[in-house]
């Protein structure tokens, strides 16, 4: 079992900036890939960036691209989201995903073994 926990939600400007955490607990971290995937009103759960076991490698939603960076330590068993550049369309529940299984993160939520609770970021325009 991996337990996961989100922080760092809130609402902010569209411009400014939040970082989001993912705590984990449970089974060894270095064992997953992570990922993060974000849920707005009405809509399907979406991919928005995805890290592999050792850091090495990262992927990203078109739609934050060149906004959103996310990273890990897995002394610390945590990975991070920092988003910047923030847009009203960010608006959403994100949540941070672990995945047993895979080397490459992918964008598709049913493959993921374990999920936080969400955190909630509001992007006023």
């Known amino acids: 079992q991996v337990q996961l926990v989100e922080s760092g939600g809130g609402l902010v400007q569209a411009g400014g900036s939040l970082r989001l955490s993912c705590a984990a607990s449970?089974?060894?971290?270095?064992?997953?890939?992570m990922a993060w995937f974000r849920q707005a009103p009405g809509k399907e759960r979406e991919f928005v960036a995805g890290?592999?076991?050792?850091?090495?490698?990262?992927y990203y939603a078109d739609s934050v691209k060149g906004r959103f960076t996310i990273s890990r330590d897995n002394a610390k068993n945590t990975v991070w989201l920092q988003m910047n550049s923030l847009k009203p369309e960010d608006t959403a529940v994100y949540y941070c995903?672990?995945?047993?299984?895979?080397?490459?993160?992918?964008?598709?939520?049913?493959?993921?073994?374990?999920w936080g609770q969400g955190t909630q970021v509001t992007v006023s325009s």
């Open positions: 449970g089974r060894t971290f270095n064992n997953y890939a």
């Open positions: 995903a672990a995945d047993l299984h895979v080397l490459i993160p992918t964008a598709i939520p049913s493959r993921y073994d374990y």
């Open positions: 890290i592999t076991r050792s850091g090495g490698r990262t």
